[in-house]
């Protein structure tokens, strides 16, 4: 699944050489979203890891990522690892220029993939003081 985000480059790592065959490079995008700032990490690996050459801390980028996630069998206990995978990052005016397409879906397995669309869920109902009867549903 492919998502966006525009924000401002708080800081760019340097590429890191996990093993003989996986790198990576990590950086972290400040999103002033609402009343408090997001600091999100995210991260680009083998030949993605060079798309922040052109880059600077301080510059505005759209990040183009997809949410990943898997399971690690430590000691019998089981630790779950999320990543932010950017494989596309552009200028934000570009970004914000041009619309984006719309992302590519992933093959579900089993069922239809769900319709794409450009505008965002509805919000969801207030809480607290809007219940007509009074009545709670516990």
Same mark, same amino acid.
């Given at each position: 699944?492919?998502?966006?985000?525009?924000?401002?480059?708080?800081?760019?790592? &340097?590429?890191?050489? %996990? *093993?003989?065959?996986? +790198?990576? $490079?990590? #950086?972290?995008?400040?999103?002033?979203?609402?009343?408090?700032?997001?600091?999100?990490?995210?991260?680009?690996?083998?030949?993605?890891?060079?798309?922040?050459?052109?880059?600077?801390?301080? &510059?505005?980028?759209? %990040? *183009?990522?997809?949410? +990943?996630? $898997?399971? #690690?069998?430590?000691?019998?206990?089981?630790?779950?690892?999320?990543?932010?995978?950017?494989?596309?990052?552009?200028?934000?005016?570009?970004?914000?220029?041009?619309?984006?397409?719309?992302?590519?879906?992933?093959?579900?397995?089993?069922?239809?993939?769900?319709?794409?669309?450009?505008?965002?869920?509805?919000?969801?109902?207030?809480?607290?003081?809007?219940?007509?009867?009074?009545?709670?549903?516990?």
């Amino acid at each position: 699944m492919a998502f966006e985000v525009v924000g401002k480059i708080e800081k760019i790592m &340097d590429t890191a050489q %996990v *093993t003989a065959t996986f +790198k990576k $490079r990590e #950086f972290v995008l400040l999103i002033q979203e609402g009343s408090y700032p997001q600091y999100i990490k995210f991260q680009a690996t083998q030949d993605r890891c060079n798309l922040l050459d052109t880059y600077n801390e301080g &510059d505005d980028i759209a %990040v *183009t990522f997809d949410l +990943k996630g $898997r399971p #690690f069998d430590k000691g019998g206990e089981t630790i779950y690892f999320t990543n932010l995978e950017a494989w596309r990052i552009n200028p934000a005016a570009q970004a914000q220029a041009q619309p984006a397409a719309a992302p590519q879906q992933q093959p579900t397995y089993g069922s239809p993939a769900p319709a794409q669309t450009n505008t965002p869920p509805p919000p969801p109902p207030p809480v607290g003081g809007d219940d007509i009867d009074g009545d709670l549903p516990f």
